[in-house]
């Protein structure tokens, strides 16, 4: 079977002949894969400065942005059928018994550090064609989002974002969700402007996929969003922006500060980036009782200065928070199913131009090397 091998020893990215999985557990499912994504975690394995192959291999199956076909179930899969779309979640639980995250289900959360990743850390990606999972681990994706699916998983970044910041606003007496306290308040919109976010400000920094898929859940959550990136005013990415109904301001002709003065007092700043000075010029400005979620994991480079004096006095004297997240659970995996459906009737053409380009998997260097330019690129067996 064709699969991306990387072999961190050796230093190579290789096609390579990759055994078939079988079903080994009566839960086991067999995926025939449809579309794996690339994005910069995969770049930077490709570099060999981050992922790590399973013990005893030396090399690792790349891939963990997936879209497959269910083609084989164990005696008792229950919840899916042959034929359906999955996608399949990436991280797996560490093993010890202390580890309360793990022992719960959430090892998004994990607290050793010793979880795996599939495609990532110490187990095998989905960059080949058939792959085998445990059925608790995959999420159906509707039939008719098959040509956009395989951004479930890079969705679920800023929906597990978007679930912290609902909790973390609760703090504040007038609530900014309790208003609309529905059980599923992320998704309790009437209307175009009834999101827990209405009356409030976004700003998201970078318009790469996760960018992008977060503009696209902030503004369906009824935030005033707009997207700060290098590109210029007339680029494609500032284009797509405009079209979801987010405002684009771009870094080319507007500093931080200025920035802040077109879009008023900033409620949520959601990076998408991974560029930490940029962050934390950006932290500066965001408005009281502000929160700032960081998403980006930076190389890193020589120590660069920050105002720790001014930060500390706003994130005291504006009641703000800053926090980060990683991976995501099965509860985010749902809500992108259920925002791709959203986005898909609300701007049908904006989410699927996120997908720049689909290559057979003999082209993967392509996409791993250099700067193929585009938003979302994605190896497809089809
Ligand atoms: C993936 C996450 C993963 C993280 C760190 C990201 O690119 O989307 O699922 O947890 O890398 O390994
Ligand atoms: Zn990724």
């Not at 159906?140 to 606003?169: C, F, Y």
């Not at 009437?190 to 790469?208: E, F, I, M, S």
């Not at 797509?240 to 987010?246: D, E, L, N, P, Y």
Request: aromatic share 6%; proline share 6%; hydrophobic share 40%.
């Amino acid at each position: 079977m064709k699969a991306v091998g990387v072999f961190p020893e050796t230093r190579q990215v290789a096609l390579v002949d990759h055994p078939e999985p079988r079903l080994t557990s009566q839960t086991d499912v067999k995926l025939r894969m449809l579309e794996v994504g690339v994005c910069g975690t995969d770049k930077e394995i490709c570099r060999f400065e981050y992922g790590t192959p399973p013990a005893g291999s030396s090399y690792l199956v790349l891939g963990h942005e997936s879209l497959a076909e269910v083609v084989q179930i164990g005696p008792e899969v229950s919840r899916v059928r042959l034929g359906d779309v999955v996608v399949t979640s990436v991280r797996r639980p560490c093993p010890h018994q202390t580890c309360t995250a793990c022992r719960l289900g959430r090892p998004d959360f994990c607290f050793t550090g010793d979880y795996t990743e599939r495609g990532i850390k110490q187990r095998h990606g989905f960059m080949t064609e058939l792959v085998v999972d445990d059925e608790q681990n995959l999420n159906v994706v509707p039939a008719d989002l098959r040509h956009i699916g395989v951004l479930v998983e890079p969705l679920t970044i800023a929906e597990k974002a978007l679930t912290q910041v609902w909790q973390v606003q609760e703090r504040l007496p007038w609530a900014w969700v309790s208003l609309d306290r529905s059980p599923d308040p992320i998704h309790a919109r009437g209307n175009d402007d009834a999101g827990p976010g209405r009356c409030h400000t976004a700003v998201v920094l970078g318009a790469g996929p996760v960018g992008l898929l977060g503009a696209m859940a902030l503004v369906s959550a009824g935030f005033a969003t707009a997207v700060y990136s290098r590109d210029s005013d007339t680029s494609e990415k500032a284009r797509t922006v405009r079209s979801i109904g987010a405002r684009y301001v771009s870094a080319a002709t507007h500093t931080v500060p200025q920035l802040a003065e077109e879009v008023g007092s900033i409620d949520l700043v959601y990076e998408a980036v991974g560029a930490s000075s940029l962050a934390f010029e950006t932290m500066k400005v965001l408005g009281t009782n502000g929160v700032f979620v960081f998403t980006g994991v930076p190389g890193r480079k020589a120590p660069v200065p920050v105002d720790t004096d001014l930060l500390m006095r706003n994130l005291v004297l504006r009641n703000q928070v800053a926090f980060g997240t990683v991976n995501a659970g099965r509860d985010a995996f749902e809500a992108a199913i259920r925002d791709l459906r959203l986005f898909n009737d609300r701007f049908p053409l904006a989410v699927s131009s996120l997908i720049t380009a689909r290559v057979p998997i003999e082209a993967h260097g392509d996409l791993l090397f250099g700067d193929p330019g585009g938003i979302k690129n994605v190896i497809s067996f089809a």
